[in-house]
């Protein structure tokens, strides 16, 4: 299991410095505006990134004004190194960003760099300059053993975002039956993803049916049938304990919608896991029973990818150790981000959980 170690961070929306350790499991939690989603984004940003639309990005998010902390007359550049344990030793990639007329970014550097355990010199493999994609993807398809990993690595390090549950979001539409490898940041393709997992491994998709239950008592199974006219489409159809009725994906409400997009991806094989795996606010429109369920699927996912979720509800904070903690604040006009200090939190936490403690303003990047 790779693990993203470390992350630095400068330069970045209201980031203007961050170097933090990550673990397996990471509960990121602090007030609104405190740079939680700012964090999110970031790891949107490499998504983007590695699929060759880091432009497009910058120019949907507002042009590099947007990314650089209080714009470039104030921030000139973007740097960030991740640092990933690999087996037998340390990956490290590593990039600037440096503004460019058109109120775009270009890379002022980008570099991948193995280092093996008791080894002092790391192997280095340096991507140039004044590029505006990564040549990551240009490195590993000619073979090149480091950018082929960081390829596998960083492509796998994903963001899901399952807030729209719209009448028109994507989730509730038709799908393209052959999009099913992985889920979409959006469970755009839910239906396609779990009539491959029904049709290759219904033990997974038999657990996951078995889980929705628990938290929709109403729901039997879904009905996944191909149409069209050469069936390469299919929506997320639906049946009711003890109805013939089928249903489709608008008669889900939206909380149950959510829910059964988180269970899809935590539940999923284990061997078919993201690299990393984020979710912003899985909390939105759930009940607190669901929301329990949600935190222990989490900490079991924890043991075979690694997870990052960025919350605002105690509910979810009950269900984690003080360990998998990540405090965002607010510190002037910048973003800091910090572990919690046990000693500091011990006498408190022999009376109230650590919920309690965050709504009581006791942590620091308390709600209120």
Request: charged share 20%; aromatic share 8%; net charge negative.
């Amino acid at each position: 299991m790779a693990i993203l170690q470390r992350v630095k961070l400068n330069g970045f929306k209201s980031i203007r410095s961050m170097d933090i350790d990550l673990r397996p499991l990471n509960i990121l939690i602090g007030a609104n505006g405190a740079g939680k989603s700012n964090l999110i984004s970031f790891f949107k940003m490499l998504n983007e990134m590695m699929a060759g639309r880091l432009q497009q990005y910058i120019g949907t998010s507002g042009r590099a004004q947007s990314l650089l902390h209080f714009g470039p007359k104030v921030t000139l550049q973007i740097e960030a190194q991740l640092e990933f344990e690999v087996g037998n030793g340390k990956d490290i990639y590593t990039m600037r960003q440096f503004h460019a007329a058109g109120d775009t970014l270009v890379f002022a550097d980008e570099s991948l760099s193995f280092l093996q355990s008791g080894h002092q010199r790391p192997k280095v493999l340096a991507l140039g300059a004044g590029h505006q994609e990564t040549r990551i993807s240009q490195q590993a398809d000619k073979g090149e053993p480091t950018a082929k990993t960081f390829w596998h690595l960083l492509t796998r390090c994903r963001v899901y975002h399952f807030h729209d549950t719209s009448a028109t979001a994507r989730v509730r539409q038709y799908s393209y039956t052959g999009d099913n490898r992985w889920l979409m940041p959006d469970a755009g393709n839910l239906a396609a993803f779990l009539l491959r997992l029904r049709n290759e491994n219904d033990k997974a998709y038999q657990r996951i049916v078995r889980t929705v239950r628990q938290i929709a008592p109403f729901f039997d199974d879904f009905v996944l049938e191909p149409s069209g006219l050469n069936k390469n489409e299919i929506i997320l159809n639906w049946r009711e304990q003890g109805s013939d009725l089928i249903f489709g994906p608008h008669q889900f409400s939206d909380g149950t919608l959510r829910a059964i997009c988180l269970i899809s991806l935590l539940m999923q094989p284990e061997d078919e896991l993201p690299v990393m795996i984020i979710v912003d606010e899985p909390e939105l429109g759930l009940h607190p029973y669901a929301l329990n369920i949600i935190a222990a699927l989490f900490k079991t996912a924890s043991h075979h990818a690694q997870i990052l979720v960025s919350t605002q509800s105690s509910t979810i904070l009950d269900n984690f150790d003080l360990e998998d903690i990540i405090v965002a604040n607010r510190e002037g006009k910048e973003s800091k981000f910090m572990r919690l200090d046990a000693k500091k939190l011990e006498a408190w936490l022999e009376d109230y959980s650590l919920g309690e403690i965050w709504e009581k303003n006791i942590i620091a990047g308390g709600p209120h």
